[in-house]
């Protein structure tokens, strides 16, 4: 009797830093969203959260450091695609 085989795809989700930083630029606020200049991609959601919790702290010490108004500032993790 032959067996059938079934392959199931197995997705691994990946992650990735992104940061957006909005200023105020002639009396209204401007965002903007960046992504990772470094490229790098993450297996695991904890290490991902790592790097940007110490880009954030990093960042906010030069902002404070020249005091350098902001409105907003987050970086944080988000998935990767599939195909970077």
Known sequence: MAHLATERAITNIMFKLF????FLVNGEVS???YDDS???IYADLASCEKD???RFYAM???FERFE???EKIE???TEA???S
């Open 19 to 22: 940061a957006v930083m909005c």
């Open 31 to 33: 965002c903007t969203d």
């Open 38 to 40: 470094t490229g790098k």
């Open 52 to 54: 940007a919790a110490y």
């Open 60 to 62: 906010m010490d030069v």
């Open 68 to 70: 350098q108004p902001y």
């Open 75 to 77: 970086i944080g993790c």
């Open 81 to 83: 695609d599939n195909d």
